[in-house]
Every structure is written in structure tokens, then in C-alpha cells.
């Protein structure tokens, strides 16, 4: 799906960098003409980002913030998909995750940053000790917003065993 909404030169913005291969990810997507920032607010998952990034021959803009504050980097309409990649980091501590507050207003800097035709993926992660919170706020919160200016698409990995992720797309329009 954001292969289909990333072009060579694009702007993208990696939400939650983690361990770096979403961020490697969409670098690769944009190619050297194009700009790809991340956040996190772990050192360590930065480090990990510049790691990676340095293996792979990739740059990207590294920051450690909140993506809750994402829309005083970045310029309107500026931005052509921000991913979400919710929970906690892999293999690092799990009472550091991602919350609804933090989430939702990333999600709003993130419309705001977004061209029209412009894409937001969500990877909402739950199950084991964290995010059963996060996803119950957030489906009222996605479906809350304005069908006239985004297209909000749920998905569903339906037989997959335990707790399966859902990606969720919104489109600006
Ligand atoms: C599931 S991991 C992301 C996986 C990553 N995209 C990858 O490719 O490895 C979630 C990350 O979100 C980060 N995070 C939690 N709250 C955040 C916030 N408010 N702003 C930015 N990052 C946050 C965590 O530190 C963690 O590294």
C-alpha cells in the first residue's frame, strides 16, 4: 500500500523508528533525492535506526521527540505518508509504548503535514501486556474523522491465531 502512494523524491515521515526498518524502508522508497524524517523517544531505538541505516547505505533525519509534535518539523501539505508502526519497541522495554494521546495527536500533525492524495498507515499492534487501551480509543477516534476530507480504511488479518495487528490507511483527499 505505500509503495503505491511513495515516489522516488517523495517526503515521508517514519512516526515511530524503532528498530529503523520502517525508516530503511521508506528511504529506500524515496531514493537520495528524497527526505525521509523519524522519530522516537528512545535513544536506543534511534541508535538502532542509525545502525541500520549506516549498514544499509541510508539517510534519513533522526529525532528524538514525540511524533505528538511531529507538525513543528515538517511544513503543510508538505508530506507524501507518515507510518505508524504502534507498541513497543522489539526487544527493548516493554513499559515504554506507544498511547492514545500521543497517537491520536500524532495522527492530526500528521493529516495536517499530508498532501492531498497523500497517505497514514497505522500498524495498530495489541495483545500480550500493552495497547488493548490504545486500540479501543482509537477506533472511535478513526471513525470520528470528517469522511469529506479523508478516506479511512480498516483492515483485518482474519485468521491469523492470537492477537494479529491491524493496519489502518487514511488518505487525505
Ligand atoms: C513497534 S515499535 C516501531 C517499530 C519500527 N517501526 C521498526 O521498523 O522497527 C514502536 C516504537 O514507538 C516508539 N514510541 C512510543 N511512543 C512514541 C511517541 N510518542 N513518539 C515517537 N515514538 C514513540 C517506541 O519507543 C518504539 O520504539
Redesign the pocket.
Known sequence: MVRRFVKEGGTCI??????????AFLCSLVGDGGKVLA????QE?LD?TARLLKERGLKATLLH????DLAQYVQPESVDCV?F??????K?DHS????FE??AK?IESGLYALKKGGLISVCV?YGGDSGYEERDALIPYLRSLDDSKYQVLMTTFLNWKKDPPFPVFIIKL
Open positions: 517514519d512516526a515511530t523508528a524503532g528498530r529503523g526498518y520502517d525508516t522519530f522516537d523517544i528512545q531505538a538502532s521527540a514525540s511524533h505528538a507510518m508502526n504502534l507498541g513497543y519497541l522489539p527493548g515504554v509504548y506507544t498511547r500521543s497517537t500524532g499492534y
